[in-house]
């Protein structure tokens, strides 16, 4: 047995308790004392977590850590500190108005199982506001906004947390004579534990509903709700989970991607290229290989896309910008190149299209009917070219076939890119796109 | 050294560990998410920690608790988010707490348009909880300003004990250039002062209303309080109307009274120019364009670009504004900074914002339409 060294963790420091006569949260404040010096723990490495609400006062009277938040919400602020520092033990001490307001993170705490207790002080109402009622309002209970009778259904916290994964659940009344034994129980558990405990509001809801201590127990019968221990089904806890997760992990799962410039371009001025396509042709992922084959070169880039927010379907605009200064405004407003794939592209476009200049190229798939443009229209087979090698390389094949015709850096640095930083799989696919595209003017006439 | 082809999202997460962040709490919002997701690539495999809460107040409730045990805590959201970290930021002002809070912003109000980009947050982020106390706000105009700032934000952070806000925008956070991040001069490190060992810990001590208290980690040898409500120096509850004054004061001088030190900005000053655009963020790249544009025409005038949205760097402000009979203010909004502008001017200078919320960004043309700078 360890040697009592801390025969107290309450201070006196403050003067006596802040409670009303009579109310249940002095017996569940001299409950966790009474279990922490049954488990003397070093009171540095404890840390009571409270947030609003009557019980929310009692953390300065404990001589270890306190942290007092936001009405619901010290379960994240203990779960915060928890994973930061796992060698802290976190008790939250908070009511049952949190537990409403705060229903999602006891939901989620349970279910991830973070190695926090929670001691619910339960008095049935908002003690701190005139005796409202709060989720744990038993059926017909008087309050302050239930007058002739409350008619919601009470929440069985200890069964709700335990349907969302809790590994122990303990129900209690603050009269219990062996409380400081079973909040010490939950302490020593590896996982998230948690006490529901009963007790009186002598302020409101005692008065208001004339109970007396024994009906707590009768409350409980009344409401289907066992007193006890209401589960205990340990699993792992998620803060050494996770840890042991991240550490087979090892490292950082992504490359560096440097660009190692080694090619010559013959870009003299900022130069704008629109590619639009659709969802799911690759198009950003070819834009960003096209952009670092322009880094390659010596070029700075900007790549800026456009798509809806369901990924996977309707258009796929890419703005890329080449140069050789800095680049500022990162969008295009009279493009060199325009590059349509797809009929979402075209779509997404047509209103560009109709104001382009005739200093910019309009890349078209063949099989698309253009609207009246001045730009200089070029007919391209980029779907048929994209079938003999695999249709998802579509953007790969045009933007080569763009940079071939406009001379705008080596290809081989286009090539240089994708080997650099594609799978390999890939990288074989996009390089027959490049040689495809480049061919689809090499040796053409202009 | 290295060139790579990065987006603002991956460049706040590099700058973030580069600060030696070790803790990350999101959860996913177009168009932040891949801040997370860069985080939870990197973090981890430094010993530090990245998990999704269950909703932003658990993620910056996380980041909270987290912070007061000693790490270097960051969170990243956008503007429907931060409506709901706004409680929570206030106790990160009262508590004293050094936190990293990234807003990628996007097209509002509410739900807005996920994927397209704004700067519709500015005043939000300035008043964004209540109490109204002062905050800081950095923006950056591209992604290695956004390497640069997230890096500086956490200095902040850390040397003034409080939570540090990045306003950033879709246009930078998905938008990808050609960065050299390693080439970029930062500033040292800075750390939370921390309190000595052996002393009684008060853990909000100050004399001088704006200095900045020492710090100790829940977990370390000292107890720490930590309290969302009224409270003095040592973290007990107050209700003495003249502590309750002097905690204010305090909140409000360590910010205020550090203004020009927390200032950053390029300027580019023309001689005997009486135009001036005054820019923040991405439209800063517009307004540099429209600058050169309007000077190869023969228009005489500056630009400030203001990396330090608050505490307002009102003293390069007002030196800017000499001289100067007319300011242009181009914003992704309705006219928010201009407010913190028109303040600042004399009553002869005109005023003119250039705005537009259409979810596209402000083209130079546009600045110098509307600027009437033809």
Known sequence: MTAITHSTYLTDKVGPLPFCPGCGHDKVVKALNEALVRLQPDPTKVVIVTDIGCIGLADRYFNTNAFHGLHGRSITYACGLKLARPELTVIVLKGDGGCGIGGTHLLNVARRNIDITLIVANNFNYGMTGGQHSVTTPVEGITATTPIGNVEGAMDLCRTAAAAGAGWAYRATGHDPDLGERIADAIREPGFAMLDIWEMCTAYYQPRNKLKKKDLTNMMSLANMDHGLIAHTPRPEYGVSIRKSWQSAKTSTKRRMIVKPQFKHTVTQQTGIIIAGSAGQKIRSAASSFAQGAMFAGLKATQKDDYPITVMTGHSVTEIIVSPEAIDYTAIESPDCFIIISEDGLKKSRARIAKLSDICTLYVEQSLDLPETRAKVVRLPLMQTAKKIDRLSVGTIALAAVCTDRGLFPIEALEAAVSAFQKQAIAEVNLMAIKAGEGLFFGIEK | ?374
């Open chain 2, 1 to 374: 050294m290295g060139l790579e082809f990065l987006e603002g999202n991956e460049a706040i997460a590099r700058g973030a560990m580069k600060a030696n962040c070790n803790f990350f709490a999101g959860y996913p919002i177009t168009p932040a998410s891949t801040v997370f997701h860069y985080m939870l690539d990197l973090v981890p495999a430094t010993g530090g920690v990245a998990i999704q809460g269950e909703d932003e107040i658990a993620s910056i409730g996380f980041c909270l608790g987290a912070a007061m045990a000693g790490s270097k805590a960051m969170t990243a959201t956008s503007g429907p988010g931060l409506s709901l970290y706004s409680e929570n930021i206030g106790l990160a002002i009262i508590g004293e707490t050094p936190l990293v809070i990234v807003n990628v912003q996007r097209q509002g109000p509410a739900t807005g348009s996920a994927t397209k980009g704004a700067e519709g947050d500015i005043q939000f982020t300035r008043w964004c909880s209540s109490g109204g106390m002062p905050v800081i706000a950095l923006s950056p105009a591209s992604v290695e300003e956004a390497y640069e700032l997230t890096y500086v934000a956490f200095n902040l952070a850390e040397r003034f004990r409080v939570p540090v806000f990045l306003l950033t925008n879709k246009e930078i956070g998905l938008t990808r250039e050609s960065v050299d991040l390693d080439a970029i001069e930062l500033p040292p490190l800075v750390e939370r002062v921390r309190a000595e060992s052996g002393s009684e810990y008060r853990p909000h001590a100050f004399e001088q209303p704006g200095d900045v208290p020492t710090f100790s980690a829940f977990g370390d040898q000292h107890l720490a309080r930590y309290t969302t409500s009224t409270h003095d120096q040592d973290g007990y509850l107050t209700a003495s109307p003249q502590v309750t004054q002097e905690m204010i004061d305090h909140y409000t001088a360590k910010v205020n009274e550090a203004a020009d030190e927390i200032a950053l900005y390029t300027e580019d000053r023309e001689e005997g120019a009486e135009i001036l655009i005054i820019s923040y963020g991405i439209t800063s790249r517009s307004a540099a364009v429209a600058v050169r544009q309007a000077r190869a025409s023969g228009t005489c005038i500056s630009s400030l670009a203001l990396k330090t949205l608050y505490p307002v760097p009102e003293t390069i402000i007002r030196s800017a504004m000499k001289g100067v009979k007319k300011i242009i203010v181009p914003e992704m909004n309705m006219g928010q900074y201009i407010l913190d502008i028109q303040r600042l001017v004399l009553p002869e200078t005109s005023v003119i914002g250039v705005n537009k919320m259409d979810s596209t960004l402000i083209s130079p043309s546009e600045i110098l339409q509307q600027g009437d700078l033809l």
